[in-house]
């Protein structure tokens, strides 16, 4: 993977990672007996889980097209089937970059 793409690719990992525990402390807090006296705390971790979301597409567009791949494809994927579109993705660029690894190292052991 070309170290750009591994950057926004890590960096789209890291917001999942914060929208899942904006996601936490909402449940938890909706969960809680004074919910109702805490609606500006839901509405914040609301707005967080929010930004992260738009964070995560952000970055996976940016790993999309630093990859060469086709922009309204996978703008349209990434928000159509949104969590699903991210996994599919990461998986193509990793699994293109092992592949393109091998082939370039394939000839060199033969030739030894």
Known sequence: MK??????V??????????VTFLWFLVDASTADQAVDNAAKLSLLSLGL????VAHLYFMMQAVILDGRSRM???????VTFPIASVV??????????????????????DA
């Open 89 to 110: 993705l990461v998986l193509k660029l990793y699994l293109g970059s092992t592949s393109s690894a091998q082939q370039a190292s394939g000839p060199a052991r033969g």
């Open 50 to 53: 929010g930004a992260a979301c």
């Open 3 to 8: 170290p750009a793409v591994k950057n926004a």
């Open 10 to 19: 890590e960096s789209a990992l890291v917001s999942v990672a914060v929208a």
């Open 73 to 79: 494809l996978w703008a349209t994927l990434l928000i």
